[in-house]
């Protein structure tokens, strides 16, 4: 199988694998799974369904290790959304997020990505149904 990841509950960001980042978005390779039983798995992530070696469940729910323990530890809290990217990818620049320090960070990277992925959706219908004048 291959490359495949999760966003993250708190950023939306995929979780990244250590082979696709850079010194900006290194952070995004640590991570947090929390399986629907309670167990949690700690550490970086391999690109293919691992932190630090251990494989968590497809439904597990996913933070960045950053994400996660600025939104207090919380629990299980449903599937995480697989990314479209794979967590490897993906355009130069479309994780350079530097590392939030409070809350307020972590929304306001988390609504730059839904502009982002906003403009992206109308740049392409403009495309495939021509401009709606």
Same mark, same amino acid.
């Given at each position: ?24 978005n290194r952070w995004m390779t640590d991570g947090v799974a929390i399986?629907? +039983? #309670? *167990? ?6 391999? %690109? =293919?369904?691992?932190?630090? !070696?251990?494989?968590?469940? $497809? ?17 299980? +809290? #449903? *599937? ?6 794979? %967590? =490897?990818?993906?355009?130069? !620049?479309?994780?350079?997020? $530097? ?35």
């Amino acid at each position: 199988m291959g490359f495949f990841s999760y966003n993250c509950k708190g950023c939306g960001h995929s979780l990244l694998s250590g082979y696709a980042t850079n010194a900006i978005n290194r952070w995004m390779t640590d991570g947090v799974a929390i399986q629907r +039983d #309670g *167990a949690l798995f700690y550490g970086g992530y391999d %690109g =293919y369904g691992r932190l630090d !070696g251990e494989e968590f469940a $497809d439904d597990s729910t996913v933070w960045h290790d950053a994400c996660w323990n600025l939104s207090g530890r919380p629990l299980y +809290d #449903g *599937a995480s959304e697989c990314s479209d990217d794979q %967590g =490897y990818f993906f355009d130069a !620049g479309a994780h350079d997020e $530097d590392e939030p320090t409070t809350v307020e960070e972590m929304h306001a990277i988390k609504l730059r990505l839904t502009v982002a992925h906003e403009l992206r959706r109308r740049s392409y219908t403009s495309k495939t149904q021509g401009d709606p004048k």
